[in-house]
Nanobody, 115 residues
Framework: QVHVVESGGGLVQAGGSLRLSCAASGSIFSINVMGWYRQAPGKQREVLATITSGGSTDYAASVKGRFTISRDNAKNTVYLQMNGVKPEDTAVYYC?????????WGQGTQVTVSS
């Protein structure tokens, strides 16, 4: 079993920056993929960025160039650096840890961008 906990959400002004963190604990397998997703009110959950345990990254077009995903394998932690945030970035942000065919989600952290 893997437990995932996000942190770092909050209120930020448009154009500002925020860094989210996600820590995974429990039975962590060395080969895994971690990612950030978000869900705005009335919308489906969407993937923003993923990073493999080897460091390969992938981004959604909506955040590429503004958000950066990184990870610290020693701490089983993944980060999402959000720069140049926009009001449309307002959502609940979720972290997902995937390994051995199973996905584990955190409880989410609210990010609100004021205009």
């Amino acid at each position: 079993q893997v437990h995932v906990v996000e942190s770092g959400g909050g209120l930020v002004q448009a154009g500002g920056s925020l860094r989210l963190s996600c820590a995974a604990s429990g039975s962590i397998f060395s080969i895994n993929v971690m990612g950030w997703y978000r869900q705005a009110p009335g919308k489906q959950r969407e993937v923003l960025a993923t990073i493999t345990s080897g460091g390969s990254t992938d981004y959604a077009a909506s955040v590429k160039g503004r958000f950066t995903i990184s990870r610290d394998n020693a701490k089983n932690t993944v980060y999402l650096q959000m720069n140049g945030v926009k009001p449309e970035d307002t959502a609940v942000y979720y972290c997902r840890h995937y390994q051995r065919g199973a996905a584990y989600w955190g409880q989410g952290t609210q990010v609100t961008v004021s205009s």
